[in-house]
Nanobody, 126 residues
């Protein structure tokens, strides 16, 4: 079974940067569409960004466009999320997710993702 493990979370001041990684094991990631989600305790989980199998298609929610960059390295079986100009409202637990697919599309619906990591906590505070 595909297993995902996030890393790179932490405490950062407003305006700072963090880079999250999601390392996969069990299967090669090049057959999976990937995404990052986040959740604040007590609130619903929301999608942040998605990326297609080959990495050519990406999408972001409006609140992170221009600040976050999703990428993947299939040779390292790893997904990334570079976060810049972080704001307190970005504070959340960030999850990576994967979906096996034959299509090279980018999907933002969490209901399409079957494999999830345990999350990495990101806190943006002064």
């Amino acid at each position: 079974q595909l297993q995902l493990v996030e890393s790179g979370g932490g405490l950062v001041q407003p305006g700072g940067s963090l880079k999250l990684s999601c390392a996969a094991s069990g299967y090669a990631l090049d057959s999976y569409g990937l995404a990052w989600f986040r959740q604040v305790p007590g609130k619903e989980r929301e999608v942040v960004s998605c990326i297609s199998k080959g990495g050519g298609n990406v999408n972001y929610i409006d609140s992170v466009k221009g600040r976050f960059t999703i990428s993947r390295d299939n040779t390292k079986n790893t997904l990334y999320l570079q976060m810049t100009r972080l704001q307190p409202e970005d504070t959340a637990i960030y999850y990576c997710a994967a979906r096996w697919t034959v299509h090279d599309g980018c999907q933002m619906s969490e209901f399409l993702y079957f494999f999830w990591g345990r999350g990495a906590e990101v806190t943006v505070s002064s």
